[in-house]
């Protein structure tokens, strides 16, 4: 059987950062990695339905939500993926740098919280999703961004 995309990337050479994980005629899928592989540092599920609920809710009302696929974290608990239709990288980079301040800026209630909005509706915390953005910003904004894997 043929190997998926992603699994013929090394992960022990992944690091913190944003990478292009396949294009697929105008379609990208972005890997946003917010952690390392195989090190240990996972996030919980908690964190990761957080920023699911904050970060596509946001995304998808952007200026650019008209070119959003999907949003949504990895099985393996190390980050999420991002599919987009017809913008340039840099453009993606920028957008996910505003998602993550609004989040992080974020006052109120999370969005979906409700048992009719989600089906895990009491497993969410804003506190929770603005720690891990803010993880994520600061690595973003520390490091040079290429879109490569290594």
Same mark, same amino acid.
């Given at each position: 059987? $043929? ?73 393996? $608990? ?51 999703? $603005? ?20």
């Amino acid at each position: 059987m $043929q190997k998926i995309a992603s699994f013929t990337v090394n992960h022990d050479n992944i690091g913190v950062g944003l990478y292009i994980s396949r294009i697929d005629g105008d379609i990208t899928t972005y890997d946003m990695r917010t952690r390392r592989p195989n090190m240990g540092d996972y996030m919980d599920n908690l964190t990761m339905h957080s920023v699911e609920h904050m970060f596509a809710t946001y995304v998808r009302n952007s200026e650019m939500s008209d070119k959003i696929i999907y949003f949504g974290p990895m099985g393996c $608990q190390t980050g999420f993926y991002l599919l987009v239709r017809d913008l340039e990288p840099a453009d993606v980079l920028t957008l996910i740098k505003e998602t993550l301040i609004k989040i992080i800026s974020h006052k109120g209630e999370i969005f979906g919280n409700k048992r009719e909005e989600c089906g895990n509706y009491r497993n969410l915390n804003l506190e929770s999703a $603005q720690i891990e953005c803010q993880r994520y910003l600061d690595a973003l904004n520390s490091t040079e961004v290429t879109f490569k894997y290594e």
